[in-house]
């Protein structure tokens, strides 16, 4: 049976932190960061389901915060990782609810048509360009929005 060692302290000041076992290289990777520990988790399922799909073993490490320092908790099981899972510990922060998370994404995808648009020269947008923004946002995927985001910032470069 092949031995690990220890995950090591992720570099930097303490944040939630997800560390791999690399069993190629026998060291221990930064897998995902974040300032909360909802995203990080999601990243511990995403990043496992890929390891596995690969055929690869997968050993997590949980870093987070505690009173400043960086303390080590013990990392769910990759299975159950992307729905993240209420704090059962006091000394725990409580996980995002799951909202957030799509909160965020719809943020980004905003972000990125409003940045495309930008970049096309449209930078006062009326109300009503405004609520289209919104609804683009509402019912395209994030792929499509940054192709319709490059084309408009090609389209802005040629002026």
């Given at each position: 049976?092949?031995?690990?060692?220890?995950?090591?302290?992720?570099?930097?000041?303490?944040?939630?932190?997800?560390?791999?076992?690399?069993?190629?290289?026998?060291?221990w990777?930064?897998?995902?960061?974040?300032?909360?520990?909802?995203?990080?988790?999601?990243?511990?399922?995403?990043?496992?389901?890929?390891?596995?799909?690969?055929?690869?073993?997968?050993?997590?490490?949980?870093?987070?915060?505690?009173?400043?320092?960086?303390?080590?908790?013990?990392?769910?099981?990759?299975?159950?990782?992307?729905?993240?899972?209420?704090?059962?510990?006091?000394?725990?922060?409580?996980?995002?609810?799951?909202?957030?998370?799509?909160?965020?994404?719809?943020?980004?995808?905003?972000?990125?048509?409003?940045?495309?648009?930008?970049?096309?020269?449209?930078?006062?947008?009326?109300?009503?360009?405004?609520?289209?923004?919104?609804?683009?946002?509402?019912?395209?995927?994030?792929?499509?929005?940054?192709?319709?985001?490059?084309?408009?910032?090609?389209?802005?470069?040629d002026?």
């Amino acid at each position: 049976m092949e031995t690990r060692p220890q995950s090591p302290q992720p570099p930097g000041a303490p944040r939630w932190a997800a560390m791999f076992y690399d069993p190629a290289s026998a060291s221990w990777r930064l897998g995902a960061e974040s300032p909360d520990r909802g995203p990080v988790l999601y990243a511990i399922g995403e990043m496992a389901q890929a390891r596995r799909a690969r055929g690869d073993e997968v050993t997590v490490a949980l870093w987070g915060p505690q009173e400043g320092a960086w303390r080590h908790f013990d990392a769910p099981a990759p299975e159950s990782a992307p729905a993240p899972e209420p704090a059962t510990a006091p000394d725990l922060a409580p996980a995002p609810a799951p909202g957030k998370l799509a909160e965020r994404m719809e943020d980004r995808r905003h972000q990125v048509v409003m940045a495309g648009l930008s970049k096309a020269g449209l930078y006062d947008l009326a109300p009503d360009d405004v609520t289209a923004v919104r609804a683009l946002v509402d019912r395209v995927d994030e792929t499509t929005l940054r192709r319709l985001a490059h084309w408009l910032a090609v389209a802005g470069s040629d002026r």
